[in-house]
Structures are given as structure tokens and as C-alpha cells.
């Protein structure tokens, strides 16, 4: 429907089109969508149409088409550009990734991780090299997890044995037994791939 194609309408800063991709912003169990859920506008209905005197706006989220009044516009934005944390959970064919140093503080070597990984197919980076090299130099803050109270919890009751094998001399050596430490998780003299060699994110992929 031409007619159809050719409506729009203005909220605040925004002009939503149909056809325009829109991105979730809050969590609607009720509707079955979710904040980072990005759609497609599909009609776009003026106020003398509908019932209840208001515009309104139907997106559809994979095989959920959800219909918003204006006083729920702000539930949804527009979905051309994003940032990392709300493109978390999905994949684009295509991604654009800008490298600038005005915003330092989000050049982490694990925002950038997430940020490359959001690809398909095409990754295009643009920008500063020197804010690319940053990003993967800059670890950022260390993980404060439970993992270590964890294991002290663990090897008061139980001691954990695992086997590795020594590095080959002249002559090889029979794998040995250790006992698991803090002293060894706290040096990182244990692998944490110990068993994953071969396995490839791939072979978890439908």
C-alpha cells in the first residue's frame, strides 16, 4: 500500500516512519517483548482511525506484532544505531563500529569483544586506530566474583584432585596428581582451558 508507505509521525525528537527499525527499550512479559528486542514498523494508524482517538503505532518483533498508543512511544526508539550494551543477545549481518577516543572510558578490551562478535557476516571498523589499540590493551576492572570464597568453601570439605601433565623431557614423564589451591588460581598457573582443546564456538551453533 503506497499510502501506507508514505505515513510518518513525529514524537519528541523522533520521526517514525513505516518500515523503520525500532528498538525495545523496557521488558513486556505480557507482550512477549523484551528490552533489546529490535522490530519493524508495519502500520502506522492517525487518530481518526482508531478507537480510541489516538495514534498509534504497530511494530512487529519476530512473529510478535505489538501495538503501541502515543503515550507508549517512549517504550521504543529508533534502531539504526545502538550501543553495545543494548546489542548484547543479538547479531546483525552488518556491523558499523566506530573507534573514537572521546569516549575512553568505554574502550575496553570486553565492550569490544561483544561489539565485534555482534556480526554475522561483515565487520567495518572505523575511526582511530589508536582508540582500536587501547580498547585491546585496556582490560579494565577485574571481576569481583565469589569464585575464590567458593573454592575455599569447597576444599574444607572436599579436596579437589585433577591430573596434568608435565612438560616432556628427554623421556616422557606419568601425568601426576595436584591439589588444587587458591595459591595456584591466584598465580594463573592453571589453564582454564584444560579440556576444551578442539572445541570451537561453532559446534554449539544450530
Known sequence: NTDNK?????????????????LQL???????????????????????ETEDKVDEITVLF???????KKT???????????????????????????MVKQYGRMLRRNLLYTAITRSKNKLILCGDEGAFRFATENAGDLRRTMLVEKLLRNSESDKIIF??????????????NFTLSIDMVLGQEINPMIGMEGVTPYQFMK
Open 163 to 176: 591430573t596434568v601433565d608435565e612438560p616432556k623431557a628427554v623421556e616422557p614423564s606419568k601425568p601426576k
Open 62 to 68: 519476530d512473529a510478535t506484532e505489538v501495538t503501541y
Open 72 to 98: 507508549d512511544w517512549n517504550k521504543f526508539t529508533l534502531a539504526y544505531c545502538c550501543s553495545i550494551h543494548k546489542a548484547q543477545g543479538s547479531e546483525f549481518n552488518m556491523v558499523i563500529l566506530p
Open 6 to 22: 508514505r505515513r510518518e509521525v513525529k514524537h519528541f525528537d523522533f520521526v517514525y516512519r513505516v518500515g523503520d527499525k525500532v
Open 26 to 48: 523496557v521488558n513486556q512479559p505480557e507482550l512477549n517483548v523484551f528490552n533489546g528486542d529490535i522490530g519493524e514498523i508495519t502500520s502506522i494508524q492517525f487518530a481518526k
